[in-house]
């Protein structure tokens, strides 16, 4: 059956018109669609972001730290290591295997020491209750896309 087939559409290839067979040559093998709206990376921050910013500057650690440009260099570096090790704050609290490895990193160990330094310089308890407090209220936008 299947060499029946092999030999029954070249024959029925011939038999079609001429014109038919260079009409099917020249149509493309695909339709690509046409969009308008901007691609989801040139969007602007997402709502959640913009609303967890003005969270943070009205709490009392936006106002030691703004006064410490160390320890914000010290928080972006932190950052900067989180990202390096995978790990995205925004997404929830990471699993169990990936703090074991942020525990083992060098770089994390290194930014985390340097960030509770350059915090107790700014006057930032991180024991304190009202601290925790504060960073507990700033959770909630640092959760899932609305």
Known sequence: MFSSRLLAVPLLRSARSGTQTTLQLHRPRYHRSFSVSPPTRAN???????????????TSIWKKLANHPDAIVALQDFGRALQNAGVDPTLGKPSTFKMLKLAANPEFRAS???VTEEMKKAGVDLTSPEVMEEVMKLQKYLGQPK
Request: proline share 11%.
């Open 44 to 58: 602007p921050a997402p709502d959640h972001l913009t609303e967890f910013t003005a969270a943070l500057q009205k």
């Open 112 to 114: 985390i020491t340097r």
